[in-house]
T-cell receptor, first 113, second 113 residues
Framework: EAQVTQNPRYLITVTGKKLTVTCSQNMNHEYMSWYRQDPGLGLRQIYYSMNVEVTDKGDVPEGYKVSRKEKRNFPLILESPSPNQTSLYFC????????????FGSGTQLSVL | GESVGLHLPTLSVQEGDNSIINCAYSNSASDYFIWYKQESGKGPQFIIDIRSNMDKRQGQRVTVLLNKTVKHLSLQIAATQPGDSAVYFCAENQGGNNRKLIWGLGTSLAVNP
């Protein structure tokens, strides 16, 4: 089944403790992206990657890192999480930058205490 | 700045009725629009899209209308079913190499049996 898989589904952590949220897609998509979703603010793009070894900042990149060493994986790294990073995170992919249709993962609910 | 917005944050309809969800956009240069459905606990799921060279596009039980004169987008759902209960997001394409989507804040659709 074609899908975007995120792990973990839920995560509770404490301020300053490094964490990684994994994202993997099995559709051979070139483009991958991370979003955070907050009430009243909608979906905001954190980082995106147009291909392997190519990553760029989105609208809210501060406090986040990403890497794209392989086509299928696009992990989101929080080196020193803070409470304002408590949010619902979504990974998404699409075939290429010029194709519009994004496929989303099921989300990761992160709470930073 | 440029933004995508929604007229109604919530919409309640009777099962079997038609639903209309509206969306206003402000960037007259946007050339692509897309609707997503997000059910509780899940990631956004593609419903239908439309390019700016069209004013109407139909899918299965859904129709998207685009009025470029007044910068208005709507999603019509025919014979609304309980399974249609979700939050619906419109998004417009900002353009550029990223082809980034600018997201609206969402409309919650509640279907009453």
């Amino acid at each position: 089944e074609a899908q975007v898989t995120q792990n973990p589904r839920y995560l509770i952590t404490v301020t300053g403790k490094k964490l990684t949220v994994t994202c993997s897609q099995n559709m051979n998509h070139e483009y991958m992206s991370w979003y955070r979703q907050d009430p009243g603010l909608g979906l905001r793009q954190i980082y995106y990657s147009m291909n392997v070894e190519v990553t760029d900042k989105g609208d809210v990149p501060e406090g986040y890192k990403v890497s794209r060493k392989e086509k299928r994986n696009f992990p989101l790294i929080l080196e020193s999480p803070s409470p304002n990073q408590t949010s619902l995170y979504f990974c998404a992919s699409k075939t290429g930058a010029t194709n519009e249709k994004l496929f989303f993962g099921s989300g990761t609910q992160l709470s930073v205490l | 700045g440029e933004s995508v917005g929604l007229h109604l944050p919530t919409l309640s309809v009777q099962e079997g009725d038609n639903s209309i969800i509206n969306c206003a956009y402000s960037n007259s240069a946007s050339d692509y629009f897309i609707w997503y459905k997000q059910e509780s606990g899940k990631g956004p799921q593609f419903i239908i899209d439309i390019r700016s060279n069209m004013d109407k596009r139909q899918g299965q039980r859904v129709t998207v209308l685009l009025n470029k004169t007044v910068k208005h987008l709507s999603l019509q759902i025919a014979a609304t079913q309980p399974g249609d209960s979700a939050v619906y997001f419109c998004a417009e394409n900002q353009g550029g190499n990223n082809r980034k989507l600018i997201w609206g804040l969402g409309t919650s659709l509640a279907v009453n049996p």
